[in-house]
């Protein structure tokens, strides 16, 4: 199971406005795309599904932008990989058969069940600002490699 390239950019940008966060203003998604190297108007879309499912804020106009709000931080990444993808991934097949299921299985479902629990467990149990470093440069410069 592979992450979204829409799930990479929403973390990513939300990591990029918190970072920014002393700087008390909006971030706008043309300095978000800018510093990390992603297609602005894709990232535009990511990050207003984001701030409609509240974790972010959102504001219009000249000085608009992003900026975090108070579940920001506490925010579990499944609830970020909720707002840009979904969670269908933990429950579809992984080789995409209509019929697998516990009663009815393909090849791969007994195999792949435990770590897709894993893996939704540790999505579920990991925080957004838990993520963060201190050294702000270093951690742009990290999450602006694509």
């Excluded at 940008?13 to 297609?39: F, T």
């Excluded at 535009?44 to 974790?55: D, E, L, P, Q």
């Excluded at 709000?69 to 209509?98: H, K, M, P, W, Y």
């Amino acid at each position: 199971m592979i992450f979204s390239k829409s799930f990479g950019y929403a973390l990513r940008g939300v990591l990029y406005v918190a970072m920014m966060h002393d700087e008390n203003r909006n971030i706008q998604v043309d300095e978000i795309a800018k510093r990390l190297s992603v297609p602005r108007y894709f990232l535009g879309k990511i990050m207003n599904k984001v701030a409609r499912s509240g974790i972010l804020n959102s504001t219009k106009g000249p000085n608009g932008g992003f900026a975090l709000n108070n579940a920001t931080l506490t925010t579990s990444l499944v609830s970020l990989l909720e707002s840009t993808n979904g969670l269908d991934q933990f429950s579809e097949c992984t080789l995409r058969l209509r019929k697998c299921n516990a009663s009815d299985p393909c090849p791969m479902h007994d195999r792949i069940k435990t770590y897709k629990a894993d893996l939704l467990s540790l999505l579920s149990q990991t925080e957004i600002g838990s993520l963060l470093k201190e050294d702000k440069v270093d951690f742009i410069r990290m999450i602006s490699v694509g």
